[in-house]
């Protein structure tokens, strides 16, 4: 095996290859299917982190599209689905980088075997749940799959510790925007999920923060352009001073943007250009980008910054 070409797979990806290879990865609440092709000796994993979704940016995260597009490819090679088998890794209510939010796990695993008994594949084995993520090794020519548990680290450990406190009641949000229209806008889109309320918001960062200490909310949504203080400096004080999972939502945070990347430097768990949002086409799209990156940022554990790390971003 040490002589295999080796194709690691990041969240989202998948691989299929006709030539003796190594398909590797690392799973926490995520699934890797692994699909072995019994008489051409072929094999191709994916790896997804949600069920399904809408988000098109996202389509190779959704294990409903990363399962179809991966029986594609299968099939591509040989037609016929008798001739493959099918193994099923992952789906552990574990945190940490590599979980993607509360009772995922069980989700994702009932996707892969629903969608593998539809297309007529026997899953010959499958080693999902529990509690520890998994390191997947697939050996493509031969169809063995080495599968060794990851251990947890003291942050996961933090991280666990968070996440039952957030399984036990709603993810309390607090957003942060100098308009009132876009704050009622992302009010009414995240408040319609049954498990996040809305705790408080603001239209500065001066008002925010006061707001924090009172209210301490588990999530914040923040723009950049505000008056006062803009949202950028706001979050660097926050790093050093209270740390919160914050997603900047703001109209001049597009991709590669400088504004973009000076957030996720400093420490924002996610960033969403607001024209993303479609705000004002209706509330789909708004509430299924932002509920879902609410629900991960919330179980996400954000460590304090200094002014060394942070003060010259």
Known sequence: ???????????????????????ATLLGSC??????????????????????????????????YST???????????????????QVYGGGAVVGHLNTGV??????????????ADFGVTVTKKD?????????????????????????????KELEHKKKTIASRKIRVMVVDDSATIRQIIIKA???????????????????????LELDPDVLTLDIIMPKMDGVTFLKKLMMHFPKPVIVVSSIAQKDSKQRQRAQMIGA??????????????????????TNKIKIAAVTVVKKKTEEEIGHI
């Open 1 to 23: 095996m040490a002589d295999l070409k080796r194709i690691f797979l990041l969240p989202g990806e998948l691989a299929v290859s006709r030539q003796p290879a190594e398909l």
């Open 31 to 64: 699934v890797a299917i692994c699909l072995f092709n019994t008489q051409i000796k072929a094999g191709g994993m994916n790896h997804y982190m949600l069920p399904s979704g809408t988000n098109e940016d996202m389509k190779g995260k959704y294990g409903d």
């Open 68 to 86: 179809r597009k991966l029986m594609e490819m299968m099939q591509r090679l040989d037609p016929n689905p008798r001739n493959l088998v099918a």
């Open 103 to 116: 009772g995922i796990g069980e989700k994702n695993i009932e996707i892969a075997l629903r969608m593998l």
């Open 128 to 156: 999902v749940g529990g509690t520890n993520g998994r390191k997947i090794f697939f050996n493509t020519e031969t169809g063995v799959i080495a599968m060794r548990p990851i251990e947890k680290s003291e942050l996961s």
């Open 190 to 212: 995240i408040s319609s999920d049954p498990e996040i309320e809305v705790i408080g918001q603001a239209g500065d960062a001066y008002e925010a923060r006061s707001s924090i």
């Open 269 to 290: 768990v996610d960033v969403i250009d607001k024209e993303d949002l479609k705000m004002y086409q209706g509330l789909a799209t708004a509430t299924s980008i932002l």
